[in-house]
Structure formats: C-alpha cells, structure tokens
C-alpha cells in the first residue's frame, strides 16, 4: 500500500510537470500563431503609386516652421489591407541625396502630414502631403535622372517606384493616334482650331470659330466665305500626299438633305496668312514652308474672297505629278516616327473645281444647322507607286448664324 | 539430551512486527530518495523548458526590418535604417557587410545616429528606427553588391542586398 502511495506521488509529480510543460508549449504557440499572423498582415500590405505620382502644389512655397517648403502631393493606391505610412524616403542623385521624411501635425521640412498616414483597405487616390525644403525641388526629377521613392508601412513593409513614371516607347503599329477623322494617309485632327473662315469684312480668321457662341459656325454670306480646314498626313505615312482641284468642302442642311452647299478648294494660301494662321491660338503647328501657289490668276490669295486665285488643274499622270505639276497642296509626310505630319491649310471657297472669285460659292441660309462632308482628292504614294485617290469623310456638323460677321446667332 | 535454548534462541529470526518495520522503513528511505530525485529532475526539466519556451517566445516576437540603405559618394559613408516592427524591444548586437563585422568605432557618432557599442546591444523599441552611418576609409565603390546583415541579441537576423548606385 505505501508503494503504492509513492508510486501514486511519483505519477501525479509527473502528471504536473506535463501539465506545466504543456501550458508553456500552449503559450507559444500562441506566440507563434500571433506572429504569424502579423506575418500574414504583413504580406498583405500593397500600396502603389497612382498617376502622375506626385504633384507639386500650385502657387508659393508654404511657411514650415522657420523657413518656406515646397509642397508636394504624393498620390496612392491601396489594394492591400488597412495600413499606416511611417516614412517615406526619395532617394536621387541630382535633387535629393537622402530624403528622410516623417510625419508631422504641422507643415516642416522633411515631413509629411501625419493625418494622410493612414491608408484604408482598397482606398484609391490617397492624397499625402509632404514638405521639402525649398532648396530640393521635385521637378528635377526626369525620366534620365529619377528620382526614387520608398514608402515604409508600420508592419516593415517597404514600396517603391520611380518617379517620374517612365515613358513607356510607342511601338510601332499600336501608338496613340488620338481623336480624329481618319482615312487613308490623311487625317483631320479633332480640335477646335480644324476650321475657320474669312470673308471680304472678316479677314482675320476667328480661331476657334464661335468665339463666345461655343460652336462651330459660319455666318450667311452673299458676298463669298473661303472656309479653311487643316488636314496633315498620319503616323508611319512615308509619302507626300498632293491635293488635286477635286476636293470640296460640302454643306448639307440638317432638315434638308437636298440643299447642298459645296465649296471647292482654292490655291494654297500665301505665306504671309499662313504665318497669321500660325501665330495664331491652336495653331502654332502649322507648316508654313511649303510652296506657295503661284500659277495663275491677277490676284494674289490673301483672304478676301475678292482676291481667289483658282487651283488650276494639271493633267499629269499621278506617276508625274508631283515633279510636272508646280504649286500643288503638299501634305507633307510626318517628319519624324510616331508622329503625325505637319498640318497644312487648306482653303475652299468656288462652287466649281479650278473656279476663281467669277465663281465664289456663297451661303444663302440662315439660321439652320448643316452637317459637312470632305471629299479629298489626291495623289498618293503608298509604296506601290503613285495612285489618284478620291474619298469622302464625313465631317462636322456646324451651325448657320444670322448676317452679322462674326454670327451673333444660331440656331443650334 | 537437553536443547541449549539460548543457542535456539539466538538461532531464531526478527519477528513478523519487526520485520514489518523494518520494510517500512527500508520502503519509506527509498521512496524519500526517489521523491527527492524526481522532484529535482522535474524540477530541472520544468525549470529548462520554461527557460526554453520563454527564449523562443521573445525571439519570436521580435520582427526588424532594413528599410533603406543610403549611399553617399561625397562623405563615402553608407546609411542604414533599421526599424523595429515586431512586438517586443530588441537590442540590437553587430551589423555586418560582406561577412565584416562593423560595430562599436566602425560607425561614426552623430547625435541622432544610432550606434552599436563594442560590447552590449543597442537596444530599440517597438516601432522606433535607427539609422546607422558607416563610414568607408576608401569609399565605396560603384556597381559593388553589399551583403549586410543586422543581428539581434536573441539570434535573429535579417539580410538584404543592395548594389552600390
């Protein structure tokens, strides 16, 4: 019996130091398993910068502390977990050495705002703050010589990027060509400044046209409109592209199809309007050392419709026309990859191919909406040798105003 | 023939009560020895495993990262920032690059630069960042990689690499 007694306090002995054994083992676990657990957190996180990444503050350097800052937005995307931004380093070889920014309630020098420190779970468009001596200034940041910024969360995770973003190079067959009417190798590029006309009171083109009325319009005229529409070539076209008398600028009324205003292309414009053009708002990109039409007529072609010197026809072949035929509308190929070709011109004013001021077109109606079509005629090289080609774009739709020069009115 | 009594007397066993005490006794002596021993070995074991238990529990908490590495051609030093994340202080013991150690007079002291002392730890709490500045006598060179690793007191470690800019 006593042995079993003292067998019976060995065993329980044991039985405790299992129990307390395995109570430190629970603990650790524990430990473990909240570890991992922050852990798992941890690996949760994913902040990005967004577009453009950052912005500087508009107007003057704010007041930090004793000295005046640069302000900065820094702009992000969380598409992790809920996290909190506790520095942020920029790190560049020709702006900023070592940038160490902290958080901070008020604006100071190397600091960001402490409120924009916390990130919720999916936010996007997250706006920090931050201020930088007014010494270090962001804007020397470049695609050659980035900058580097590091956002470090609470739970030690750490995301980069350079900024500015790099430019990602166009490739070939798949580049922005932006908005407008395309066909073939020309192509009418949508701005406001795509046309705009003159008459023998309004010889200054109005750029845009509509001015304060905010639209495209042209007035009624009894007296003769030259309307000028800029056309250039598109991206990757490898050839010149010459105008012939055949294209016509044509008006159609909204509520009757029938009524049909066409507006043949004149010569090409003189230089000297051309540089008004230019110098002009939106307009900036025009190409005014082209040739300038000098094959006829006693007039010069200023922007008077009194004044039109006709396109006159040439009866070469395509294969010959751009070498026999002399003062041709050139719309030049683009000169350099991945750009479109410089913008040329192009006046219509005759209600015939080849007229002149004998056969101006005028525009008797008032007050109506009209849609527009293009039809382009012209020589092109597309690799396969010289080719007359005709096409028709269908074009803007503008309004008729009232008498007045610039129109006052429309019924638009 | 008469029986020498005395000698059947002195010839004859301890009697069953003796005997009996005498098993208790013998009984009770090795039983205290056994206890004796058991507690102390229980007592060692539960005494170490609790010791062990607690040690990983602690070095389990601790979690720090290399947040950032700076390179500096015009003072040819090298900054590193260290931050404590996890849930317990750390202290933190050497920092070593490509496998040198670099601690106590290798930094340089400047008044919020932390530093590593010869012997002890630099200790640093939950959330706190501590940058250390190393100076390089021939500069550091660029392209070269840079293996460093921050060593705790409890036997963590983190490593990173980085190429000199």
Redesign the interface.
């Known amino acids: 019996m006593?042995?079993g007694i003292?067998f019976l306090?060995?065993f329980l002995?044991?039985l405790?130091?299992m129990l307390?054994?395995g109570q430190?083992?629970d603990?650790?676990q524990t430990?473990?398993a909240?570890?991992q657990q922050?852990?798992i957190d941890?690996y949760s996180e994913n902040i990005l910068a967004a577009y453009p990444g950052i912005t500087k503050g508009a107007g003057a350097q704010v007041s930090c502390g004793a000295q005046q800052c640069n302000n900065y937005t820094l702009i992000l995307n969380n598409l992790g977990i809920n996290s909190k931004i506790?520095?942020i380093?920029i790190?560049s070889?020709t702006v900023c050495?070592?940038c160490?920014i902290d958080p901070s309630s008020t604006p100071l020098p190397n600091r960001f705002l402490a409120l924009d420190q916390m990130l919720n779970a999916g936010e996007s468009s997250h706006y920090v703050v931050f201020w930088l001596p007014a010494n270090v200034d962001l804007s020397g940041c470049s695609n050659s010589s980035e900058c580097r910024v590091?956002i470090?969360t609470?739970?030690?995770r750490?995301f980069s990027f350079a900024w500015p973003f790099p430019t990602v190079p166009a490739v070939t067959g798949a580049v922005n060509r932006g908005t407008g009417i395309y066909i073939g190798p020309l192509v009418i590029t949508f701005q406001k400044a795509l046309i705009t006309y003159t008459t023998n009171t309004l010889t200054l083109p109005p750029i845009p046209i509509g001015k304060t009325n905010g639209y495209w319009i042209l007035p009624k005229t009894s007296s003769g409109i030259i309307i000028y529409v800029k056309i250039q070539t598109d991206i990757n076209v490898t050839h010149n592209v010459y105008l012939t008398p055949q294209t016509v600028f044509e008006i159609v009324q909204f509520n009757s199809p029938g009524a049909v205003d066409a507006f043949f292309t004149i010569a090409p414009i003189t230089r000297t309007v051309c540089n008004n053009f230019k110098n002009a708002t939106y307009n900036s990109d025009i190409d005014c050392t082209l040739p300038v039409y000098t094959g006829g007529g006693p007039h010069t072609n200023s922007t008077e419709p009194s004044n039109i010197v006709p396109y006159r026809a040439c009866g070469a072949t395509p294969l010959e026309y751009n070498t026999t035929c002399t003062g041709r509308y050139i719309i030049p190929k683009p000169t350099a990859p991945n750009q479109k070709g410089p913008p040329v011109i192009v006046a219509f004013a005759v209600s015939k191919a080849s007229g002149d001021t004998n056969n101006l077109q005028k525009i008797s109606w008032s007050l109506v909406s009209v849609t527009s079509f293009l039809g382009l005629s012209y020589v092109y090289d597309n690799g396969d040798g010289p080719y007359l080609y005709g096409v028709t774009l269908p074009f803007i739709s503008l309004c008729i105003g009232d008498t007045a020069n610039p129109p006052t009115a429309c019924s638009m | 023939m008469r029986i020498n009594r005395r000698k059947l007397k002195r010839n004859l066993g301890v009697s069953t009560v003796v005997a009996n005490m005498l098993m208790?006794l013998i009984?009770?002596s090795l039983?205290a020895i056994?206890?004796a021993w058991?507690?102390t070995t229980?007592g060692a074991?539960?005494g170490g495993?609790?010791l062990f238990?607690?040690q990983?529990?602690q070095a389990?908490?601790e979690?720090?990262?290399i947040?950032?590495v700076?390179f500096?051609k015009?003072a040819n030093s090298t900054?590193i920032?260290v931050?404590n994340?996890?849930?317990i202080e750390i202290g933190l013991v050497a920092i070593y690059v490509n496998g040198t150690l670099y601690a106590g007079s290798g930094f340089n002291q400047n008044d919020w630069v932390c530093t590593i002392p010869s012997t002890g730890e630099k200790l640093l709490p939950v959330?706190s960042?501590c940058e250390f500045n190393m100076t390089w006598s021939n500069g550091w060179t660029s392209g070269a990689i840079f293996t460093i690793v921050v060593a705790t007191a409890r036997g963590n470690q983190v490593t990173t690499t980085v190429r000199g800019?």
Do not use: C, H, W
């Open positions: 006593i042995g003292i306090v060995i002995a044991a405790v130091f307390a054994l430190q083992y603990v650790y430990t473990a909240a570890m922050r852990q941890m506790v520095r380093y790190n070889k050495d070592s160490v590091s470090v609470a739970r030690g750490v | 208790i009984t009770l039983a056994l206890v058991a507690g229980y074991f539960t495993s609790s238990f607690a990983r529990g389990l908490q979690r720090f990262v947040e950032q700076f500096n015009t900054m920032f931050r994340v996890g849930s959330q960042v800019p």
